[in-house]
């Protein structure tokens, strides 16, 4: 499973952006996919995640109704919208992907397969 990560870039306080992470491979997006971040000096977090049917998302309580996590099943993408970003949003971003159904998604340790991140930088 290789998932790769994309849309980062710089943007000012109050901008948008969406990110976005294609699984291939093996099961694809299937168990469901999150978003976790690290900023400099910080240890990384969680931010949002979505289950294979897209019925239940999850979201960091720094990014609810800021953020919005959607899935596309049929290309193997998950999104991350984010809104109004914020400095304290910079960070590299990682997308994840688990192995089984059944897991916290709100954890790291739930997931087995992980992105290789892109940077959003947000200058106030």
């Known amino acids: 499973v290789q998932l790769q990560a994309s849309g980062g870039g710089l943007v000012q306080a109050g901008d948008s952006l969406t990110l976005s992470c294609v699984a291939s491979g093996r099961d694809g997006s299937k168990y469901g996919m999150g978003w976790f971040r690290q900023a400099p000096g910080k240890e990384r977090e969680f931010v949002a995640a979505?289950?294979?049917?897209?019925?239940?998302?999850y979201y960091a309580d720094s990014v609810e109704g800021r953020f919005n996590i959607s899935k596309d099943n049929a290309e193997n993408t998950v999104y991350l919208q984010m809104n109004s970003l914020k400095a304290e949003d910079a960070a590299v971003y990682y997308c994840a992907k688990p192995k089984v159904y059944g897991k916290d998604l709100t954890h790291g340790t739930s997931y087995s397969y992980w992105g290789q991140g892109t940077l959003v930088t947000v200058s106030s």
């Open positions: 979505t289950t294979w049917s897209g019925r239940n998302s």
